[in-house]
């Protein structure tokens, strides 16, 4: 045969390959990719050697040991985390997600896992109190499309919210972090997210001071797709184990999470 033809078989080979293997998260029925918020302390974040680690990192990879499969880990932008969800691009998420309506809509949930509320944070020295911030009096940073901007939205309604990021009044980023850098460079009066994660990253910082938490009752679950209801049941029995053992005593001790 023609070399040219070969090189045109062989490209028209790679080709298909490439579009057999697009979006696949793996071959292997006994690996599944779980989806995780990669800025998102303590309960999924990457440690200064590049690694994966957190609450909710070490309890799949421990549910998965117990249950007799394999994980692997994989940071995505949170905004985009349902999409690749629903795409197969990932087959869980499990990084702190709280159980909302418009999730329900998309996704299924394994049985909750944790409680918390949202938390309002200033910079020390602050005289700024709730009530401002429930006013909307203040200049609000919070990470796009997490419970505490989907909270903001109910709350204030939705006209007066658009009305906010249009005057800066809500100021969103990309990751919690982001928005806690703005905070301490004076670019937000304040940041509103998760009571834990806030208190874990101002704990032992002198730069930050609670303003104070809003009682909103969320809860954390895993999100996986509604067909795969196998995988619910795995997840559900694991978690139960998991939540009954030591090692969820361990990590709440290591990971400085508090109820």
């Known amino acids: 045969m023609h070399k040219k033809a070969l090189m045109g078989i062989g490209v028209s080979l790679l080709v298909i390959f490439a579009v057999l293997m697009a979006g696949c998260v793996t071959t292997d029925d006994n690996v599944y990719v779980v989806g995780i918020d990669g800025e998102y302390p303590p309960y999924s974040y990457i440690n200064e050697t590049g690694v994966p680690v957190g609450f909710d990192v070490e309890s799949i990879q421990w549910i998965a040991e117990q249950k007799g499969f ?3 880990i994989a940071p995505t932008a949170w905004d985009g985390i349902i999409p690749a969800l629903l795409a197969g691009k990932i087959d869980m998420v499990y990084s702190g997600m709280s159980i909302t309506p418009d999730r329900l809509e998309k996704v299924t949930f394994s049985n909750p896992y944790w409680e918390v509320n949202q938390g309002v ?4 020295g602050t005289t700024a109190t709730i009530e401002d911030f429930e006013a909307g009096k203040l200049v609000i940073g919070v990470q796009r499309s997490c419970s505490a901007d989907q909270w903001m939205q109910d709350e204030f ?15 969103l980023y990309d990751s919690f ?13 304040c940041v509103i997210f998760d009571d834990v994660n806030i208190e874990t990253y ?11 938490v809003i009682k909103t009752g969320e809860v954390y679950a895993i999100a996986m797709r509604n067909e795969d209801t196998d995988l619910h049941a795995l997840i559900n029995e694991g978690l139960a184990e998991l939540m009954a053992s030591e090692k969820w ?11």
Do not use: R
């Open 202 to 212: 101002i704990k032992g910082n002198d730069a930050f001071q609670m303003i104070g």
């Open 70 to 72: 394999e994980v692997e």
């Open 177 to 189: 972090p982001q928005s806690m850098v703005a905070l301490e460079q004076g670019l937000v009066e």
């Open 157 to 171: 309604g939705q006209e007066k919210y658009d009305q906010m990021v249009k005057d800066g009044k809500i100021k």
């Open 249 to 259: 005593e361990e990590l709440k001790l290591k990971y400085i999470v508090t109820e």
């Open 121 to 124: 944070v200033g910079k020390a």
